[in-house]
Every structure is written in structure tokens, then in C-alpha cells.
């Protein structure tokens, strides 16, 4: 099965400042979706960013975008302009052309006034 | 509204007796899929189903049994075999692809006393 890889359990940001959270992946199959999602306290899970192995250029979302350097297997995702709001967890993951979709450890970010 | 319900929202059982959770979708979704999350951790796939009568097993499948009788419905048991079930269970469903996110439930916390 694919790994994905989140080595920042924490991360700490001033407001309006960007911030990148760091993502990377391992998998033989060619074909494959890359995905950022958000976990505020209240648990639940909101869909930020989606970045296809084929996709020639980055993804972008509102204030997040994904920077996809393919030969590296990273996906990180850069939050601009942070907000108070952005403060929760942050999941890296990894869909196969089996729909296998894996989660990576997370990274929680901070965001101080 | 289309969505993905889990119920219940917060479940106490005993040690040694098994426990069915809740999942069910209206957003005529192909792929569902069962999560694990314990306090501060990421997501771990239990099982995932990518059609009616076919399911597959994820990292930490043992200890747990699923079904998928109906494309809406793919409920979890957890069965005493499991040896530490407290924790956060969620229920995700997209449509098949690499290029589709999921979908989350609101999540069930499960407490075995």
C-alpha cells in the first residue's frame, strides 16, 4: 500500500503570514490523487485541495495552494495569508487507482494574533 | 441534503461485547470507507468498500467486521476481539477515482468501559 509521510507534528504561524506544511508519499502506481484536508477541534473533516500525478501545474484554492514537485513524491500545501481560523489539524493523503486512500500523521498549526 | 450520517454521535459499551456503528450516505457514492482516529493521531483505514458485496481491509482491520448489503449503508462492528476500540471512528464515501475526495460523516466517539 502507498505511505504517506507528515514529518511536522506541529507548526506555529503569525496571522497573515503563509505557512507550508510539508507532505510526502510513496507509491509505485502512476496514477494517483493527492489530497489536503482540515480537522478543526470539532473533528470534523473539510476537503481543501486536490493535485493529480498528471496534473502539470499546481493546484490552487482560494488562500491554499499545493505545491506538487512530482519527482520529489511531495505535496505541500501552502496556506497564504493565515487567519486565526486556520488554527486545526491538517491531513495529508493519497488515493490509488484501487480507491485505497490513505491518511498521512497530521500537522497542527497554530496561528497566533 | 445529501450527506453522510454516522450514529450514534457518542457510544459507551462494555468490555467484551460488540458494537455496530452507523454509516449511511444519500450522494449515490460508489466507494465507502471506515476510519480510526485516536487523540492527536492521524487516520488509519480499517476497511473500504468500492461496490455493493466487496470490501477490502485496510491497515488495522483485525478485530473489526463490516458489510456492504446496500450501496447507502456500510455499518462497522466492532467485536471484543479488538483490544483497545476507544476511539474516533470515521465514515467517508466518494465516488470512485483517484481524482474524487471523500466525504466525511460527523464521526462516532466510542468508549469502552
Known amino acids: 500500500a502507498q505511505k504517506i509521510t507528515q514529518t511536522q507534528p506541529g507548526m506555529f504561524v503569525q496571522e497573515k503570514e503563509a505557512v507550508t506544511l510539508d507532505c510526502t508519499y510513496d507509491t509505485s502506481d502512476p496514477s494517483y490523487g493527492l489530497f489536503w484536508y482540515k480537522q478543526p477541534s470539532s473533528g470534523e473533516m473539510i476537503f481543501l485541495i486536490y493535485q493529480g500525478s498528471y496534473d502539470q501545474q499546481n493546484a490552487t484554492e482560494g488562500r491554499y495552494s499545493l505545491n506538487f514537485q512530482k519527482a520529489r513524491k511531495s505535496a505541500n500545501l501552502v496556506i497564504s495569508a493565515s487567519q486565526l481560523g486556520d488554527s486545526a489539524m491538517y491531513f495529508c493523503a493519497m488515493r490509488d487507482p484501487d480507491n485505497d486512500m490513505r491518511f498521512g500523521a497530521g500537522t497542527r498549526l497554530t496561528v497566533k494574533p | 441534503d445529501g450527506g453522510i450520517t454516522q450514529s450514534p454521535k457518542y457510544l459507551f459499551r462494555k468490555e467484551g461485547q460488540n458494537v455496530t456503528l452507523s454509516c449511511e450516505q444519500n450522494l449515490n457514492h460508489d466507494a465507502m470507507y471506515w476510519y480510526r482516529q485516536d487523540p492527536g493521531q492521524g487516520l488509519r483505514l480499517i476497511y473500504y468498500s468500492q461496490i455493493v458485496n466487496d470490501f477490502q481491509k485496510g491497515d488495522i482491520a483485525e478485530g473489526y467486521s463490516v458489510s456492504r448489503e446496500k450501496k447507502e449503508s456500510f455499518p462497522l462492528t466492532v467485536t471484543s476481539a479488538q483490544k483497545n476500540p476507544t476511539a474516533f471512528y470515521l465514515c467517508?464515501?466518494?465516488?470512485?477515482?483517484?481524482?474524487?475526495?471523500?466525504?466525511f460523516g460527523p464521526g462516532t466517539r466510542l468508549t469502552v468501559l
Open positions: 467517508a464515501s466518494s465516488l470512485t477515482g483517484v481524482n474524487n475526495e471523500q466525504f
